[in-house]
């Protein structure tokens, strides 16, 4: 053991996922048990770190959350504390940068090492409070699996699996009354979810982000289908895909968050735009929404917590700060949190590669991704 770390303090960022408790748990049990750190947790993400307000993390308040999804610290994808909306004084809110007062609550609390399991925004906030001096380490989730140099975040399997489930039992009712039906399926502005859940649930056609569709091209995937013999379809439509014209779904906007746009609606949509054009078939749609991230934590994110965690902990007792934990090819390594992000004002995504491997295979078996 190397660190002069004493006290660490855990937080967690953005849109829960399956995985966050497990790597609480890892972390906390390793801290303690092998390094003899003290374990704090920030609550509702940044927002706790600006009112101070923090838990004890002990063993045995972590040792059964070993496959709980969410997040025992919670969690907000909304307070930005270099962008914060604070009273103005005349019954009025204002931004503010007040992220001395984040640094200043660390230093009262006594705490060394600031370790934020969160996606691109929670890490952009990171990389933020790095700059700062604060010791920082980064520990990459989201079900959204867009974060640039980790292979995998943990949360997506968990998710993608509830997913491929969905599209499972559509396909059952789809054939029996030959019907066409189109699952949304969540991810902002990667596709991730909706391919692999997509193809691993065998939907005819698979629309993401990454991939512009016309409604034209998805009528006539079907009559191909209908020709084969195949008279039904399950389409998953990413909630941010778009039509070839730009046309987008967004379901609300929440002014307050820093990225406020959420994406809803898009299958809806593309039911009622394909049901004019191919009149021979009823078009349903669903969107399980939070459904797909609620829920138990996955056994393969289980593992993938438990490396991600302890890798954490090894960079802490390094002194590898600025870093977040990386899987690459297999193994556990570290990247700077400066290249994880980038210099945007928005962290960099990892979006799915139109001529990638996955998606030219799947054409190749005939799936359609609305594109021609
Ligand atoms: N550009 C930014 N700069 C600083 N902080 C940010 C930025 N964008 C988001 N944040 C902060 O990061 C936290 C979560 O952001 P966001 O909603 O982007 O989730 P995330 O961490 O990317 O996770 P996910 O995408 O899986 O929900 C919030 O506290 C938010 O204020
Ligand atoms: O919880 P909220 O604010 O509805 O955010 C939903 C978004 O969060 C995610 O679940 C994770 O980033 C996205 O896939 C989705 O668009
Ligand atoms: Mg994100």
Redesign the pocket.
């Known amino acids: 053991m190397n660190s002069k770390v004493k006290k660490i303090a855990l937080l967690s960022?953005?849109?829960d996922?399956p995985g966050l408790n497990a790597v609480i748990r890892t972390i906390t049990k390793i801290a303690i048990e092998k390094y003899n750190w003290e374990v704090i947790g920030f609550v509702y993400?940044?927002r706790g770190l600006y009112n101070n307000n923090y838990v004890e993390l002990t063993v045995d308040k972590v040792e059964d959350i070993y496959k709980e999804g969410g997040t025992i610290l919670y969690s907000?994808?909304?307070?930005?504390l270099?962008?914060y909306l604070v009273d103005d004084g005349n019954g009025g809110k204002v931004r503010k940068d007040v992220s001395d007062v984040g640094v200043e609550n660390l230093k009262k609390d006594g705490v060394d090492v600031l370790v934020v399991l969160?996606?691109?925004?929670?890490?952009?906030?990171a990389r933020?409070f790095s700059r700062k001096g604060v010791n920082v380490i980064g520990v990459p989730?989201?079900?959204?699996n867009?974060l640039t140099s980790t292979d995998l975040t943990y949360g997506f399997i968990s998710a993608m699996s509830v997913g491929t489930e969905f599209i499972d039992r559509l396909q059952t009712t789809a054939k029996s009354h030959h019907r066409v039906i189109c699952c949304e399926l969540m991810g902002?502005e990667a596709g991730w979810i909706s391919l692999y859940a997509g193809l691993a649930g065998n939907a005819g056609v698979v629309l993401i982000p990454e991939i512009p569709f016309t409604i034209e091209n998805i009528a006539k995937a079907v009559k191909k289908r209908d020709e084969a013999g195949l008279p039904y379809t399950v389409i998953a439509v990413a909630e941010g895909a778009k039509y070839a014209d730009g046309t987008k779904s967004i379901g609300k906007i929440v002014e307050d968050?820093?990225?406020p746009i959420r994406y809803s609606g898009l299958a809806a949509k593309v039911a009622d735009d394909l049901e004019k054009v191919i009149p021979n078939h009823e078009v349903r749609s669903v969107n399980p929404g939070h459904i797909i991230r609620g829920g138990d934590i996955d056994a393969y994110d289980r593992i993938l917590s438990i490396r991600f965690g302890n890798k954490a902990c090894a960079m802490i007792d390094e002194g590898l700060f600025g870093n977040v934990v990386s899987l690459k090819g297999g193994n556990m390594e570290y990247t700077s949190l400066e290249e994880v992000i980038g210099d945007a004002?928005?962290?960099k995504q990892k979006l799915v590669d139109p001529n990638g491997d996955l998606v030219l295979a799947a054409k190749a078996m005939g799936v359609s991704f609305g594109d021609e």
Do not use: Q
């Open positions: 960022g953005g849109g996922c993400g940044y907000s994808n909304k307070d930005n270099f962008d969160g996606g691109d925004g929670t890490l952009t906030s933020d989730k989201t079900m959204d867009d902002r968050s820093p990225d004002k928005f962290g």
